[in-house]
């Protein structure tokens, strides 16, 4: 069964939107690793939430990621609480050694 297509508000190519899901009973938590809106590969998590008929979108807002994070690559949350990974992270100077950032859910 089929039942929605949901792509991003601004999907462009590369995103790669939908890498990464969760799923709870009204809310689907979506990265796109590769989105490009806070540097290269910083990446971007979405919030899909369901009330009655209509899907609404918001993407994260936080903006302390830079370029390279690749925020999105795996996510998951527990209520407004999410914790997303960005394996691209630099951390004090070490190219990719990754972090995890546990953000409410936009
Ligand atoms: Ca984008």
Known sequence: MHAAELPAT???AGD???ISVALGSDTAVVG???DDDNGGF???VWA?????EIVG????ADRRRA?????GSSVAFDGDTVVAGSPGATVTGMADA????????P
């Open 48 to 52: 899909f939430r369901r009330t009655d």
């Open 32 to 34: 796109a690793v590769w």
């Open 57 to 60: 979108a918001r993407r994260s």
């Open 98 to 105: 990754g972090v995890i950032d546990i953000v409410h859910a």
């Open 67 to 71: 370029s390279q994070g690749s925020r």
């Open 16 to 18: 790669l939107f939908g």
């Open 42 to 44: 910083s990446g971007t």
């Open 10 to 12: 601004d999907p462009e």
